[in-house]
């Protein structure tokens, strides 16, 4: 199944508004009089809102300071009609004046991408955005930020209406617990049930899918590629509190773009992808709070990545969790897992294996006549017995799951 995420951005440099003479050194000062309109939003007025955000937090404070009138700009225009100049003509959008103008277009880059990564409810803004500022000494400096808009106001606030009631559905269910664990295996599942691959969007390339990959998609439409689930995912746990992050790379099988999550639970970090954890009718949880190692056997992380992390803890490894992570092949120890499973009431048995075990257990566990005898030899004396199974296997994460017939 095909996995694609759009383009970060697309760079148009407007149109220099100035060329002056004299020295203007730096992206954090003034720049020279005429070159700044005076009409700059201020940066701090929405700030308990983002102040927590991932990449809002690894800006420097210059950007920092972009972010914050860039969000207050989206935020008061969410449900205003505005419209924006475009090479095809006036376009809904708006332009953006920096209370500091930046001195490269790599600053401009980062600056949109922490905007849009952060923040999941901005689903309508357009992949494309443009810079414009002056010129001096041979220099370009950019100080105006445009932005367009997929929609007008009326379609926005009727969709961002729907998601709410979307998520709001969602959390009204949720476990009230404070091991953020459950939580975000509650709203994994959700979004697994609820949300379905979009294949039609993965397959075009006309640019007439733009909520596929949204939050909105994800959860309003019920259809997304990788970045819609990731999105989805990224504003469910925020509603939480609970710190996730935008990862781009591609998958090492097919080298197609991919997006996945980087997550923050119960203080330590890990690597969530809820798009190949979706995978048919048989949900499972291969990627579910993984390592970079793990991580790494079947996806790459683009180079230009500014904000992951190192993640090395299997504290809350979905597997390590479900006590369903086997270091052994020994027959006697997978079956004594799968009984405990099963008098839990499980219809699903997902268990995950050391690379060097894989195999044989795999092999013990076709044999489906010599596994139902060594579970129940468990299960004697109980209420339960083995149940008839279908064996699933997916050797790439080492993972084996039995189905109930």
């Known amino acids: 199944m095909n996995r694609y995420t759009r383009s970060w951005c697309i760079v148009a440099i407007g149109a220099v508004l100035s060329l002056l003479a004299g020295c203007y050194a730096g992206s954090t000062g003034e720049p020279p009089a005429g070159s700044h309109p005076a009409d700059v939003l201020p940066s701090d007025t929405y700030l308990e809102q983002y102040a927590d955000n991932w990449a809002y937090q690894r800006l420097n404070k210059t950007l920092q300071d972009c972010y914050g009138t860039l969000y207050t700009a989206l935020t008061d225009s969410m449900f205003t009609d505005a419209v924006i100049d475009s090479e095809d003509g006036t376009t809904y959008g708006i332009a953006v004046t920096l209370p500091h103008s930046l001195s490269n277009r790599e600053d401009g880059q980062t600056l949109y991408r922490a905007v849009l990564n952060d923040n999941p409810h901005f689903f309508y ?11 001096q000494d041979d220099v370009s400096y950019y100080n105006t930020i445009k932005l367009t808009f997929t929609a007008d106001a009326t379609q926005r606030k009727t969709a961002y209406e729907a998601m709410n009631k979307a998520v709001d559905t969602l959390m009204a269910t949720a476990p009230r617990t404070d091991d953020q664990f459950q939580i975000e295996l ?3 599942d959700q979004l697994a049930e609820r949300c379905t691959y979009d294949d039609e969007a993965a397959a075009s390339k006309d640019g007439t899918h733009h909520y596929a990959y949204t939050a909105y998609g994800a959860l309003a439409q019920g259809k997304a590629v990788c970045e819609g689930y990731s999105r989805a995912m990224q ?10 992050t935008l990862v781009s790379g591609t998958s090492l099988e097919n080298g197609e773009n991919h997006m996945w999550n980087l997550v923050t639970i119960n203080g330590k970090s890990y690597y969530l992808d809820a798009t190949w954890n979706d995978s048919g009718d048989l949900g499972r949880h291969s990627y579910f709070n993984i390592t970079t ?5 079947t996806h790459s992380i683009d180079a230009d990545q500014k904000w992951v992390v190192n993640c090395s803890s299997i504290d809350d490894y979905y597997y390590n969790r479900q006590g369903t992570y086997i270091h052994s092949n020994d027959r006697y120890a997978i079956a004594n897992v799968i009984a ?3 008098r839990r009431g499980a219809t699903d048995i997902e268990l995950v294996f050391a690379p060097d075990a894989f195999e044989n257990a795999r092999l013990f566990l076709k044999n489906a006549t010599i596994t139902k005898q060594a579970v129940n030899s468990y299960l004697s004396g109980s209420e339960y017995t083995m ?3 279908r064996l699933y296997s997916e050797a790439k994460t080492y993972t084996l799951t039995l189905r109930k017939k």
């Open 125 to 135: 803004v357009s992949n494309a955005y443009t810079l414009e500022g002056y010129k």
């Open 186 to 188: 509650y709203l994994h």
């Open 235 to 244: 504003l469910l746990l925020k509603k939480f509190n609970i710190p996730c």
């Open 293 to 297: 190692q793990q991580l790494l056997r």
């Open 340 to 342: 405990q499973q099963v």
């Open 387 to 389: 149940w008839s199974y």
